[in-house]
């Protein structure tokens, strides 16, 4: 039997003027007094403020996620370069243990740790998500984030060579690293609408490959100089920006007297002093606020629908649901697994890319790594693609699979042909970018938002970082797989591992193809509304 996910009402949500982030509070003031037209558009500049944030937050984990991805040339050693000859003249090459013929086994060690803890962490942080601040949720994660991404650096400078000290710290860096996807999707969908939802989460994902992006630039600009800086810069900067949440960040919009998933009538049942005494006074008073009309029959309804909207708001749209109740939400079972072999390929690209260009062309450590990053520009493009194709036909299942059906051929089409020169390398390089990343962008984003906010919830918004952690969290196990496998696999021959993505992307297709049919089904009956059932 089906559990009820709509539940009772157990979490209070506060709704004190402390709650205000200290830098809001200093904003609040100056734009009152020095911008009082900026100050009554206030429900814009947070929904930009919360975009551009949680933009930056999830840009610097994924910044810290690729330098070790680009330090495995170094690490491992190769001196048979005149420069590598040059740079390490009078020392060996690479950095113990990292500097023996089992250095691909090793790597595929660490990223496990990684990855496994990250995966299995995830879903518990779904569930802590749902009950703590999430201002105070990813500030703290990035910061101890940061201090793990330091560790892994300073090793180089403390001369550190045990690989159980690595390997320690890619487990708590993949614990407090799953603080992020959580609590930034969450966020997002408490501040938007449901309106071209698509292609705001296609736009803001792109933070993940501009994350990617700029840890791989930032680590190759060190790489051959002093591997540890590929660490210790990105480490700095995510507790830089971690401290800038703690600041700024309003974790929920009636904190502020924001009310976006209301109507515009209903967010002006106000009384309009309200706007002359500031938005001190319009949170303490909140629960006051009541605008009369002329006659006592025309008042009753809105003092009544008033009190049902405050008493929602001081208590909750509903309780916490568990994993085993998010996983009867239609479609998250269905997701959950097309995710875990998206992921399995895109992160497979992410850990292995810059070693596998090197190892295949006469490209340099610091090439090699920037030409890389050629596969997560497509990334951008793929993601903004599949959002908007969501928005306008309402499938986000068969999207997912079109872009899967195109991206087999398109990996074995790199593998035959990306060496033949660096022209051909980069088209094709964006082109898997796109057909990679667009389905894994719109799983993780629009899918997981709308699958945490389905009808069957009865309306309870406390459920989507729970949905968002499920769904996450099945696809960083293949996240996890993947990078292992390809470890293993690639000292059999590069071209295998090519084939086990393949089979991954065939794999993920077959998974979806329930959804499909039902998709195809609900255009026949409704062309104008797709949804899963």
């Known amino acids: 039997m089906r559990p009820k996910l709509g539940g009772g009402r157990t979490r209070k ?164 690293q799953t603080t992020g996807w959580p609590g930034v999707v969450t966020l997002v969908g408490r501040w938007f609408g449901k309106s071209k939802r698509g292609l705001i989460f296609g736009i803001w994902n792109s933070h993940t490959s501009i994350g990617n992006i700029l840890g791989t630039l930032i680590a190759a600009h060190y790489v051959e100089s002093d591997w540890a800086m590929s660490f210790v810069v990105p480490g700095i900067v995510i507790g830089a920006i971690g401290f800038l949440l703690f600041l700024f960040l309003v974790d929920q919009p009636e904190i502020v007297g924001c009310y976006p998933d209301s109507m515009p009538h209903e967010r002006r049942v106000t009384n309009d002093s309200d706007e002359e005494h500031g938005d001190e006074e319009q949170v303490r008073h909140n629960d006051a606020e ?53 992921k399995l390929v895109s992160y497979t690209f992410m850990y292995w890319l810059p070693l596998y260009i090197q190892s295949s062309s006469t490209l340099g450590p610091t090439l090699s790594a920037d030409l890389s990053t050629l596969f997560d520009v497509g990334g951008i493009f793929g993601a903004i693609a599949a959002g908007y194709l969501s928005d306008l036909t309402g499938m986000s299942a068969t999207i997912c699979m079109g872009m899967l059906f195109i991206a087999s051929p398109i990996l074995l089409m790199y593998q035959q042909y990306g060496t033949l020169s660096v022209s051909i390398s980069v088209l094709l390089l964006i082109v898997v970018g796109i057909f990679v990343n667009g389905p894994y962008a719109l799983i993780t984003t629009s899918v997981s938002a709308e699958r945490g906010q389905d009808s069957s919830l009865e309306g309870n918004a406390n459920a989507l970082a729970t949905v968002t952690a499920i769904i996450d969290g099945t696809g960083s196990i293949g996240a996890a797989v993947g990078p292992l496998l390809a470890g293993l696999i690639s000292t059999t021959g590069w071209q295998n591992v090519f084939y086990m993505l393949i089979i991954a992307d065939i794999l993920a297709m077959l998974l979806l193809s329930r959804l499909v049919v039902k998709e195809f089904a609900s255009l026949r009956r409704s062309p104008t509304r797709i949804r899963i059932e």
């Not at 809001?24 to 911008?35: A, D, E, G, T």
């Not at 690490?75 to 990292?98: I, T, V």
Request: hydrophobic fraction near 45%; glycine fraction near 6%.
């Open 290 to 342: 009541i605008s009369y009309r002329s006659t006592p029959t025309e008042r009753t309804p809105i003092l009544a629908r008033s009190q049902s909207q405050n008493h929602q708001r001081e208590h909750g749209a509903g309780r916490p649901i568990s994993l085993i109740d998010a996983l009867y939400i239609p479609g998250v079972a269905e997701f959950s697994l097309c995710l875990f072999f998206t």
């Open 13 to 176: 949500m506060s709704n004190n003027y402390n709650d205000i982030p200290f830098g809001i509070r200093i904003v609040q003031k100056l734009s009152r007094q020095c911008c009082p037209r900026l100050h009554a558009r206030r429900d814009l500049l947070y929904k930009v403020s919360i975009f551009v944030l949680t933009f930056l937050a999830y840009a610097c984990y994924h910044m810290c996620r690729k330098p070790i991805s680009v330090v495995k040339s170094v690490l491992q050693g190769n001196c048979s370069s005149a420069l590598a000859a040059q740079l390490h003249e009078g020392q060996d090459c690479g950095y113990a243990p990292f500097d023996g013929p089992d250095a691909t086994k090793l790597f595929g060690m660490l990223d496990s740790a990684f990855l496994f803890t990250y995966a299995i962490a995830m879903f518990a942080s779904g569930f802590v998500a749902e009950r703590v601040s999430l201002r105070y949720f990813l500030s703290m994660g990035m910061i101890l984030t940061g201090i793990f991404t330091y560790m892994f650096g300073i090793a180089r400078t403390s001369n550190i060579h045990s690989l159980w000290y690595f390997i320690l710290i890619q487990i708590g860096a993949g614990i407090f």
